[in-house]
């Protein structure tokens, strides 16, 4: 199957997320990972919020990818908010469900770098994450873990958290740039690693060091080796989505949606140069 290439719903945060759909849609995106921001999906959205989003997406042929929730960072809760969480995640599968989503993010949580963690806090978030996992099996849905700072930063951090849930509906939402930032591995080495646990793949530009605006980049701007990345997806047949997920700021000479526009016309022209 070709790539395929989706939005993340946070570049266009600025939009309701009715406009964000359009836009996104006119500009030939086949998919978006919904955000649990505010003006797009938030665990209280109304079921009418929810019902027009995926008229809407039908309507114009694209696809929930993965609702990329902020439910999570277990590791360093209580257990009253843990539990709160956990409640957020039982709406997102309604919303999953009315969406014809299959996927949902929840993030374990930590201390920035995994090697600063102790053991307590991997078992709260196994624990949680374990939760999470049985109540979205019931429903034929999977949990995806972000390469994110905490305790999935790494390659090595993101199986030790996998192992230690031990569901089968739990993968990786694999973000190379995160990675880059992070890990010695973060492309082909990383994907060898990871195989058929890759469900999703997030795709922004960034740099290795701490430069104050390390990831304010447009794609192509920066260090991470996308070209290689995505033809190792071909070679192995990856059957999901590529999602651009920019943070560059929009300003006056650089709207979200050129900003939309840019990172859809670079990943098609990777794609295509493979």
Request: with cysteine.
């Amino acid at each position: 199957m070709a790539l395929r290439i989706a939005i993340c719903s946070k570049i266009l945060q600025e939009y309701e997320i009715s406009e964000a759909v359009s836009i996104a849609a006119e500009i030939g995106y086949e998919g978006m990972e919904v955000f649990g921001v505010e003006r797009h999906l938030p665990p209280d959205a109304s079921d009418s919020t929810v019902s027009g989003l995926a008229g809407q997406l039908r309507n114009v042929g694209m696809e929930c990818v993965t609702l990329c929730t902020y439910v999570g960072g277990f590791s360093q809760k209580s257990d009253d908010e843990c539990l709160t969480d956990v409640e957020h995640f039982r709406r997102y599968l309604n919303m999953a469900e009315e969406l014809e989503c299959d996927m949902i993010r929840v993030q374990p949580g930590g201390p920035p770098k995994p090697t600063s963690a102790r053991e307590d806090h991997w078992e709260r978030a196994a624990h949680y994450l374990r939760e999470c996992c049985d109540l979205a099996l019931s429903r034929d849905l999977g949990v995806v873990m972000e390469n994110n700072f905490g305790l999935s930063a790494t390659v090595d951090s993101t199986l030790e958290m996998i192992a230690r849930v031990d569901m089968p509906n739990l993968g990786v939402n694999y973000d190379p740039g995160n990675l880059y930032r992070l890990d010695r591995y973060y492309g082909i080495e990383a994907l060898a690693r990871f195989g058929e646990l890759v469900w999703n793949v997030q795709v922004k530009d960034c740099y290795r060091d701490d430069r104050v605006d390390d990831y304010q980049l447009l794609l192509g701007e920066g260090e991470v080796d996308y070209a290689s990345i995505f033809a190792w997806l071909v070679e192995m047949d990856y059957d999901g989505h590529l999602s651009a997920e920019s943070h560059r700021e929009p300003t006056r000479d650089l709207t979200a949606v050129e900003i939309a526009r840019h990172e859809y016309e670079t990943i098609r022209s990777l794609i295509e140069s493979i």
